[in-house]
């Protein structure tokens, strides 16, 4: 396909297409970046993709022959019959014209066959924690996520404990994934063009992944830890057994005076496996 921003431009216009903020539509018109993100996210043939939103389907095609099925996720309907003309010779690539986050994701990939199952995707920026979210709660079967967001947003990926920007998500991503900012983006190289610059991250599954007992609790645990930012654990835990808790902070050098910005991911899993579990009360 030959790709350039004023291809873009005509068949928006030709299907009378408005772009709707609402939606995060912000679409790539650099064909450098389309392939900087296809040549990062390294998809093998047996690969199935993941694509939320494929907008008018200038990633979607490239994805499409690279990858043994793309399976993309797209709320707006009109942009249907655009990437019906673009798309219609390529026989690998579904369209799902719903809302990702309401989706029944995990029986859609159920009826796919594939060695590994990549996410690669421009994200609605207004729903990029929900998407990421959805994905770790939905319990979908991920190998690696490859996916342009807004930079800022990016950057709390790689949060660690002690900084303002440590916070839930962080634990979480850092508890299934390897972290990894693949480049900047600048805000010139999209239509319209954002009020924000980008960057690709990569999130990689941990090939060894600590154990927790009780994922549910683990991260039910979690959640409420941070639920006040400013508060400490003692006030955010009110409904766990605050007693032991104690003695594991202990270990580490804290007391339950400490906020969830200041503990690892590590100390939340000690916390979440002996408590699950009321190992507590033995404790070594
Ligand atoms: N992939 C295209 C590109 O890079 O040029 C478009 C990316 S644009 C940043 C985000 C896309 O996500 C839009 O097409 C938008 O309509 C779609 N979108 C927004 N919210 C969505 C949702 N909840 N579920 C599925 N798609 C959504």
Known sequence: MEYSPKKLSDILEKHGFNFKKSFGQNFIVDENIIDA???????????????IGPGAGALTYKLSERAKNVLCFEIDKKLEPILEELLNEKNNVEIIYEDFLTSDIKTKISSYSFDSLYVVANLPYYITTPI???????????????IMVQKEVGDRFKAVPGTKDYSSLSVFLNYYFDVKKLMDVSRHVFLPKPNVDSIIIELKKKECQTQVIDEDYFFKLIRESFKQKRKTIKNNLREYPLNEIEKI????????????????????????????????????
Not at 132 to 146: A, G, H, N, T
Not at 251 to 271: C, P, W
């Open 37 to 51: 993100i296809i040549e990062k996210a390294m998809i093998k043939p047996n690969t199935c993709v993941l694509e």
């Open 249 to 284: 902070l202990k270990k580490y050098g804290f007391d339950l005076s400490v906020r969830a910005e200041q503990l690892s991911l590590d100390i939340f899993i000690d916390i979440a496996n002996r408590v699950s579990k009321g190992v507590c009360s033995n404790d070594k």
């Open 132 to 146: 990421i979210m959805k994905l770790i709660e939905d319990k979908i079967p991920v190998d690696k996520i490859v």
